[in-house]
């Protein structure tokens, strides 16, 4: 998968560690966004960046912390999570944010909170 | 307020059968609906959608239909095959452009 990458893979950390999923496009796309894939809840967007601006922060925990330096990467600081932050992450990308446009998903980063 | 409900949650079907997923959709603003595929390991992939204007889309053995009257659209697969088997999520967009996602339904092919 070249389109959209993302790592690491999989992380376990514990609720006091700090560390960071990055996410990297190479689409051209302006637009990326951070979603949440728990066992049994539909994808939930977490952040959305639109021309690396935010424009969507769908009400996620501070501990949650998004950066965009520039249209192609994307990440995600963790601090003091909590187990059920445990989930797939998904990053992905779309030509813009909004309107009738396919987003285009990396693999995930499988988290797993000690 | 906007909300996309997808049934069955879970689906078997016999290879070679055909198998059949719904969602409902609230937002009649709605006017992009897409099919996306999961597959174990891998984040979802687009694999049809369809816009407002057209009732049916086909591509191969997946086609997609769309009720705009009713605010329902329905995922088609024909000829199933092993491959098949994945996790599928419908999706619409509500009034502010964002996309939201049914629940998926886990689509099992059986021998």
């Known amino acids: 998968e070249t389109g959209v990458t993302q790592t690491p893979r999989h992380l376990v950390m514990g609720m006091t560690n700090k560390k960071s999923l990055k996410c990297e496009q190479h689409l051209g796309h302006n637009a990326m966004y951070w979603y949440k894939q728990s066992a049994k809840k539909p994808l939930e967007l977490m952040f959305v960046?639109?021309?690396?601006?935010?424009?969507e922060n769908n009400s996620v925990p501070s501990r949650f912390s998004p950066e965009c330096p520039n249209s192609s990467h994307l990440f995600l600081h963790l601090h003091t999570l909590q187990p059920e932050d445990s989930a797939l992450y998904l990053c992905?990308?779309?030509?813009?944010?909004?309107?009738?446009?396919?987003?285009?998903f990396g693999p995930g980063t499988r988290l797993t909170v000690t | 307020g906007e909300n996309v409900e997808q049934h069955p949650s879970t689906l078997s079907v016999q290879e070679g059968d055909s198998a059949v997923i719904k969602c409902t959709y609230s937002d009649s603003a709605s006017n992009y609906f897409p099919w996306y595929k999961q597959e174990l390991g891998k984040g979802p992939q687009l694999i049809i959608d369809i816009r407002s204007n057209v009732g049916e889309k086909k591509d191969q053995r997946i086609a997609v239909t769309l009720n705009k009257t009713a605010k329902h659209f329905s995922l088609h697969i024909t000829e199933t095959q092993p491959e098949d088997s994945a996790v599928y999520f419908c999706a619409a967009p509500n009034r502010d452009d964002k996309i939201i996602f049914g629940k998926g339904t886990r689509l099992h092919i059986l021998p």
């Open positions: 960046y639109n021309f690396k601006e935010q424009t």
């Open positions: 992905a990308s779309s030509p813009i944010a909004g309107g009738p446009y396919e987003q285009y």
